[in-house]
């Protein structure tokens, strides 16, 4: 073992040492880096300057990485990289209600990323170039912890249900007002159905919702939609929670396939937050 995970409290989330920026990775890091995810659910890398090459390099270790569909959100020199800013090109911050605000707000619910994909993403590493001082951290949800302690009646009901998960309702439900999509593009996202209960490789289980789910499967829509609420509640009780409170240079992987997270508001209209995510894409359905 040559990477050192320091735990963070609650036994969920760890930082990872002896990552440095001229470390060659190699196949044992790749098998440490992947262990680590699935083992802590949040990494941190904290310390020096990421560039993007290196950040690219990182995604990789985990997998292939995905290229989002919006061109001009993209990295100039590396289209693997999203970014995430409520900069605007001109150099002035957005207002609250234009798109690109908009955008950012929506992941102030809890969701697990691109849940609304056949097979959805494995992880996504975001990096903080520049934060607020205030606000705009994000919560870390472990949803190992919140299936096993999820009450009885409730761990009875989520049990063998499944969940429609759709990007055209969590899109249409963004707390901002979003452009409606025309039905070319709804075409693209038909709504896709996973298990409740997530089971993983090495058998562990755990919850596998968020701001994607339009609906429980074959039950009626608003007792459905009361009942994931229900659990979505207990399942983002404090003692579940990783709260992560950005320093510059700060680069915090996750595991999407166990864990849910939102971003805490901020004065998005006042104060600058740029951050780059990569998303490594992911290899097996939920089953
Ligand atoms: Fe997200």
Redesign the pocket.
């Given at each position: 073992m040559t990477l050192k995970f320091e735990q963070f409290d609650n036994q969920f989330g760890a930082r990872i040492h002896g990552l440095h920026e001229d470390r060659i990775i190699g196949q044992q890091l790749v098998e440490e880096l992947a262990a680590g995810l699935t083992e802590h659910g949040v990494l941190l890398m904290r310390g020096g300057e990421i560039s993007p090459r290196r950040l690219v390099e990182l995604g990789r270790a985990f997998g292939e990485l995905e290229i989002l569909p919006e061109p001009d959100k993209r990295h100039p020199d590396h289209p693997e990289i999203f970014d995430l800013t409520n900069v605007r090109k001109d150099g002035a911050v957005v207002d609250f209600e234009e798109p690109q605000a908009v955008f950012l707000r929506g992941?102030e619910r809890w969701?697990t990323?691109s849940s609304f994909r056949k097979v959805p993403c494995l992880c996504?590493m975001l990096y903080a170039v520049e934060v607020p001082d205030a606000g705009g951290e994000t919560q870390f949800a472990n949803m190992y912890a919140a299936l096993e302690q999820l009450p009885d009646d409730l761990r009875y009901v989520v049990n063998g249900k499944r969940l429609i998960h759709s990007y055209v309702y969590s899109r249409a439900n963004n707390p901002g007002r979003m452009d409606p999509m025309s039905p070319e593009e709804e075409a693209k996202y038909p709504a896709v159905s996973h298990p409740w209960v997530r089971t993983h490789k090495d058998g562990r289980q755990s919850l596998y919702m968020g701001g994607h789910v339009s609906h429980v499967e074959g039950m009626d829509l608003d007792e459905g939609r009361e009942l994931v609420e229900e659990v979505l509640v207990a399942a983002t009780k404090s003692e579940f929670v990783y709260e992560h409170h950005w320093a510059e240079n700060d680069l915090v992987i996750w595991d999407n396939r166990s864990t849910l997270?939102r971003l805490r508001p901020y004065e998005i209209s006042a104060r600058r937050r740029i951050m780059r995510r990569v998303t490594v894409a992911g290899v097996d359905p939920v089953r």
């Amino acid at each position: 073992m040559t990477l050192k995970f320091e735990q963070f409290d609650n036994q969920f989330g760890a930082r990872i040492h002896g990552l440095h920026e001229d470390r060659i990775i190699g196949q044992q890091l790749v098998e440490e880096l992947a262990a680590g995810l699935t083992e802590h659910g949040v990494l941190l890398m904290r310390g020096g300057e990421i560039s993007p090459r290196r950040l690219v390099e990182l995604g990789r270790a985990f997998g292939e990485l995905e290229i989002l569909p919006e061109p001009d959100k993209r990295h100039p020199d590396h289209p693997e990289i999203f970014d995430l800013t409520n900069v605007r090109k001109d150099g002035a911050v957005v207002d609250f209600e234009e798109p690109q605000a908009v955008f950012l707000r929506g992941t102030e619910r809890w969701h697990t990323d691109s849940s609304f994909r056949k097979v959805p993403c494995l992880c996504t590493m975001l990096y903080a170039v520049e934060v607020p001082d205030a606000g705009g951290e994000t919560q870390f949800a472990n949803m190992y912890a919140a299936l096993e302690q999820l009450p009885d009646d409730l761990r009875y009901v989520v049990n063998g249900k499944r969940l429609i998960h759709s990007y055209v309702y969590s899109r249409a439900n963004n707390p901002g007002r979003m452009d409606p999509m025309s039905p070319e593009e709804e075409a693209k996202y038909p709504a896709v159905s996973h298990p409740w209960v997530r089971t993983h490789k090495d058998g562990r289980q755990s919850l596998y919702m968020g701001g994607h789910v339009s609906h429980v499967e074959g039950m009626d829509l608003d007792e459905g939609r009361e009942l994931v609420e229900e659990v979505l509640v207990a399942a983002t009780k404090s003692e579940f929670v990783y709260e992560h409170h950005w320093a510059e240079n700060d680069l915090v992987i996750w595991d999407n396939r166990s864990t849910l997270h939102r971003l805490r508001p901020y004065e998005i209209s006042a104060r600058r937050r740029i951050m780059r995510r990569v998303t490594v894409a992911g290899v097996d359905p939920v089953r």
